[in-house]
């Protein structure tokens, strides 16, 4: 007979991503029903524009984060937002709720952008963001966005515009 291991490595248990019909759409979240079953899913306000209308068939990406007192389902319009948050909340003392504030208030290659150029008053702009968050972002996330941008190029137009000025 075969063994079980007692923990399950959380690869396994994640939800990915969700097929199926809209039928709750709100700027904060919305809810798929997949076969029969009404999934809610927290999303940015990019997410929430990109959604078609209510009853139509949708597929978000989606990163299940587990923590002590809640299962929160997050859902994106692709697939580079959610890389993008699962980078941003593996910053001290940034949640769920202020990576979807942080998505939800600059668009990703601004972002990008404002860490790499350490523009922390960009940053600070954001509701919920103030100046120590802001450094520790630009801190902890610089390597890893320019990783980011020069593996998958998400992110490099606005710098390749830039260039293309000078």
Known sequence: SRI?????PREEILISSL????????????EIIVGGVGY????????????PDLGSEVTLATSMQVRENAIDLIGFSTQAERE????????????????????SGIKIEDLFRSILEEDKSLLS???????????RL??????????IVAT?????????NQVEEA
């Open 84 to 103: 993008v948050f699962e980078v941003l909340i593996g910053v001290s003392g940034v949640g769920v709720k202020l990576g979807l504030t942080i998505l």
């Open 40 to 51: 809610r899913v927290l999303i940015p306000l990019s997410t929430y524009q990109a959604l």
């Open 19 to 30: 097929t199926g019909r809209l039928s709750v759409k709100l700027p904060d979240k919305a």
């Open 4 to 8: 079980l291991p007692l923990s399950t």
């Open 125 to 135: 702009t954001i509701s919920g963001i103030g100046p120590k968050t802001a450094g």
């Open 152 to 160: 998958t190029g998400i992110g490099a137009t606005h710098r390749l």
């Open 138 to 147: 630009v801190l902890e996330l610089k390597d890893k966005v320019a990783k």
